[in-house]
């Protein structure tokens, strides 16, 4: 009866062993695939990449005739540059408005269905936007292509 005890306590304490032994190796094997990622990710980063940001718009000198509530709040700009340039602007790109100043950007004026509106394209905007940008990205396009401003109603 000793002997059926004495073996059950071994079993026991070998499979403990044994999980202790599986649970270091799945440790291990975590931290070297956690570490091998990270590098992946540092290399991929170095690399030429494309990505789209959305960046808040705050307009400047906006005219008398445009209704300043009905304009848009944001624009997508794509843009290429590294991964380290992109990383980077797309946390300080939220925080970070572009201007669109009405004294240096044409707007033209068209009637929708009765309706007085204003528009300006986007691409007239890119040296803008580029030179408000951190260096380090060149901008691609931007989205919308064409802005539309409302006329205030009397």
């Known amino acids: 009866m000793k002997q059926t005890e004495n073996i059950t306590e071994k079993k026991v304490s070998g499979n403990s062993l044994g999980n202790k032994l599986t649970n270091r190796k799945l440790a291990v094997f ?13 290399d991929a980063l170095g690399k030429e990449i494309e990505a789209d940001i959305k960046y808040p718009v705050v307009y400047r000198n906006i005219p008398d005739s445009i209704d300043p509530d009905k304009m848009p709040q944001r ?29 240096r950007v044409s707007c033209k004026k068209y009637n929708d269905k009765g309706e007085e509106k204003y528009y300006s394209i986007t691409s007239g905007m890119e040296s803008s ?11 691609s396009s931007v989205s919308p292509d064409t802005l539309i401003f ?5």
Do not use: H, M
Not at 129 to 139: A, E, L, N, V
């Open 75 to 103: 624009v997508t700009l794509f843009l290429n540059g590294t991964g380290f340039s992109i990383l980077r602007l797309k946390f300080t790109g939220k925080s970070n408005p572009v201007i669109v100043d009405f004294d």
């Open 150 to 154: 409302f006329a205030k109603t009397e």
């Open 30 to 42: 975590s931290v070297f695939l956690l570490l091998s990622f990270f590098f992946w990710y540092l």
């Open 129 to 139: 936007f580029s030179s408000q940008i951190k260096p380090g990205c060149r901008i």
